[in-house]
Nanobody, 122 residues
Framework: VQLRESGGGLVPPGGSLRLSCSVS????????VGWFRQRPGKEREGVAI???????AYAHSVKGRFITSQDSAKSTLYLQMNSLFPEDTAMYYC?????????????????WGQGTQVTVSS
């Protein structure tokens, strides 16, 4: 499985940004997919995950501001980020896993993209 993120960049506080992730060999029924991020000086943290049944889990810090969705026909995963704070500045990674058990927001996913940088600053 190959994952490739795009859409990162510089955005002012309060702004919005949409990240995309193209996924090879992508099967919505067979993979959990989602997003992690790594803020400067911090460990990787889960942001949003979609399980094989379409159930979505969000980190508390982004709930109500970020929305993840998938377009199976395009083999693409999205992360719409609204009301961005400087604390959202991070490298954002797309992840996937066959997910025989629910992994949730733990960084146990087998497949990771290269990441795309998001910087929230005026």
């Amino acid at each position: 499985v190959q994952l490739r993120e795009s859409g990162g960049g510089l955005v002012p506080p309060g702004g919005s940004l949409r990240l995309s992730c193209s996924v090879s060999e992508y099967t919505t029924k067979n993979y959990c997919v989602g997003w992690f991020r790594q803020r400067p000086g911090k460990e990787r943290e889960g942001v949003a995950i979609i399980d094989k049944d379409g159930i979505i889990a969000y980190a508390h810090s982004v709930k109500g501001r970020f929305i993840t969705s998938q377009d199976s026909a395009k083999s693409t995963l999205y992360l719409q980020m609204n009301s961005l704070f400087p604390e959202d500045t991070a490298m954002y990674y797309c992840v996937a896993d066959p997910c025989p058990v629910w992994l949730g927001l733990r960084p146990l996913y087998n497949y990771w993209g290269q990441g795309t940088q998001v910087t929230v600053s005026s």
